[in-house]
């Protein structure tokens, strides 16, 4: 057999979006809050007691309303997946009750309903920074082991509604993205500053118990679904050779690999159990916990990338922007307008390491360029967006995938990061824009919500119909 050089030809391409991020709705036919309803500023700004009107959320793009148009967008193009989430509080409104919301059930039957028409592949996300507020005011979120009974309930009551119609299933969003982000991630309303790392770990606990426990029941209800993790990956560079450096980065690197370490190996690893040993943690793991964990592993590790970092523990430190998440700068590399490293081979990097490490098919579930776009007449006179920035970013990202299969890494799929222009996650900014299709919103909330192909929207549906063919290496 000769070395593959080019993309299987069952290649999973498509893109990505969040139900918080993009559907709006936010209070319709019986969902409750979650905790995005009270983030009008993402993660750059303060909570709101209840929803204000300045929370683009709220509306979203409004996708509940428009789901028929986007989706043959997305059709248009050529996608054979779309991953998006369901929102949790559209299902069990406070988490907490016994039966579920059916009008929110419906909603995504209907969703479904459309994918089916053009033949895309599901890809649901079971929670993506959307706990349900209640959970959030009344149990602590993750922090409370009870959570782990409510995301059971919930993702058995979505395998046995859609079991038959969605494959792939992700249990959390970057997981591991709750060690910074606990009330976005992990639904802890302990302030971050006054959270104890004993608390902390044993959320995480919680969550990678309920992630092994619902890949369970999944199997148990349909023994053809596969179920993964999802992690945000970011490959730490030592900033110099020095030994000290390699060390940190790779302190770093272990911090996320921990996620996915406990998710396809089903124990926690020894460097992870001496830093709790150091640190003077003692989580509560029951027999059973540990059971869950080392008998219901995963099918695949999928993950979100955008952006590498350097550590070090020699030099002085020049904080990196980043995904959530970040190290010190990497002089040797451009950055976005948000400050976020660009760097394509890290990716092939990623994408090798990840292989080695854990030997599971990998699917690459977020990824893309957040930029200020500028509408503009296209030839034909309708609006369009001259994104070659985007095309670019893009082109050299799918490059690195196409080396990293060409170096023996199974990977099942590609799903670009906001096909279509959504909220920002961190800053709750509309014009961080990531889309193949232009929405006309803005950040203080006007715009008529019309849509608009950009022209990576074209570039897109040639990369997809040439299966990779038409990158440029
Ligand atoms: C990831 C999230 C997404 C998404 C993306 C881009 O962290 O999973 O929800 O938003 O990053 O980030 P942002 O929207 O902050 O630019």
Not at 406 to 419: H, L
């Amino acid at each position: 057999m000769t070395t593959p050089t080019t993309f299987p030809d069952d290649f999973l391409w498509g893109g990505a979006l969040a139900a918080n991020q993009y559907e709006g709705a936010y209070d319709a036919d019986g969902k409750g809050l979650s905790v995005q309803d009270v983030m009008p500023q993402g993660i750059v700004g303060p909570r709101t007691e209840a929803p204000t009107p300045d929370n683009l959320k709220l509306v979203g793009i409004d996708f509940y309303h428009r789901y028929k148009e986007d989706i043959a967008l997305l059709a248009e193009m050529g996608f054979k997946v779309f991953r998006f989430s369901i929102a949790w509080s559209r299902i069990f409104p406070n988490g907490d009750e016994t039966e579920p919301n059916e009008a929110g059930l419906a909603f995504y039957d209907r969703v479904l309903d459309e994918l089916e028409k053009y033949g895309i592949e599901p890809l649901v996300t079971i929670s993506h920074y959307e706990t349900p507020l209640h959970l959030t005011e009344t149990y602590n979120g993750w922090a409370d082991r009870r959570m782990i009974g409510f995301f059971e309930r919930y993702a058995r009551t979505l395998f046995e509604r859609y079991g038959k119609r969605v494959k792939y299933w992700l249990t959390f969003n970057e997981i591991n993205s709750v060690l910074h982000e606990p009330f976005m991630s992990g639904g802890i309303n302990t302030p971050k500053e006054e959270l104890s790392e004993q608390d902390l770990y044993q959320a995480i606990h919680h969550e990678l118990v309920a992630s092994a426990s619902v890949t369970r029941i999944a199997h148990e209800i349909n023994p053809e679904l596969q179920v993964g993790c999802m992690i945000l990956a970011i490959p730490f560079y030592p900033l110099t050779p020095d030994p000290r450096d390699v060390w940190a980065a790779k302190q770093a690197e272990r911090d996320n690999y921990t996620f996915g370490d406990v998710h396809v190996r089903g124990a926690y690893p020894g460097y992870f159990l001496r830093k709790l040993r150091d640190k003077g943690i003692e989580l509560d793991i029951t027999e059973a916990d540990r059971r869950t964990l080392a008998e219901h592993t995963v099918d695949f590790v999928s993950f979100s990338y955008y952006m590498s970092s350097c550590e070090t523990a020699t030099q002085q430190r020049e904080a990196s922007g980043g995904n959530l998440m970040g190290g010190v700068v990497n002089p040797t590399l451009e950055v976005s307008q948000w400050g976020w490293a660009i760097d394509p081979r890290g990716l092939r990097t990623i994408l090798n390491d990840y292989w080695d490490r854990w030997g599971k098919p990998l699917f690459i579930v977020e990824n893309g360029l957040g930029a200020r776009d500028e509408l503009v007449t296209g030839p034909d006179g309708t609006p369009t967006v001259a994104d070659d920035y985007r095309i670019d970013y893009m082109n050299d990202h799918l490059v690195q995938v196409r080396e990293a299969i060409a170096d023996g890494v199974q990977v099942i799929g590609y799903t670009s990061w906001g096909c279509i222009d959504c909220v920002s996650a961190s800053t709750a900014q509309m014009s961080k824009r990531y889309g193949f299709i232009y929405v006309d919103r803005n950040d203080d909330g006007t715009g008529t919500l019309e849509r608009y192909r950009k022209q990576s929207f074209g570039w897109y549906r040639d990369v997809i119909a040439s299966n990779g063919a038409s990158l440029k290496a």
